[in-house]
């Protein structure tokens, strides 16, 4: 079964039986205009939770993307290198960042699942 979860700095975390995508929101996208280049880490990279995981540039500023949950990093959507503004076409979808083994499961039922994250765009 496919979950969503979100962090208060607008990240989202995919849950399925397969692993975890990280990306940006829709709402993220949205503030941060045309994206220009997005700046990932190598696979095999570990995070804890809060840590910087990627950049993401627009023509407006760059942002820290920040890791939601501890994880490890197990594949890159390399896409995004060529094709930045795919992350402005389909935040949710084909514009994800990357793909992790959660290593802390708790600490998914500490984000906010999609009621509680409009709320708090709201």
Known sequence: MTKIAYSQDHEYVRTEASG???GISDYAQEQLGDIVYVELPS???VFKKGDEIA???SVK?????YAPVDCTVT???????????????DAMGTGWLMKV???????????MDEAAYATHIA
């Open 20 to 22: 975890a995508t990280i």
């Open 43 to 45: 696979v095999g990279t």
């Open 55 to 57: 950049v993401v540039e």
């Open 61 to 65: 500023a760059a942002s820290e993307i």
């Open 75 to 89: 594949e890159i959507n390399a896409a995004l290198e060529a094709n930045p503004a795919e992350v402005n076409a």
């Open 101 to 111: 083994s959660v290593q802390n499961e708790e600490q998914l039922g500490e984000l």
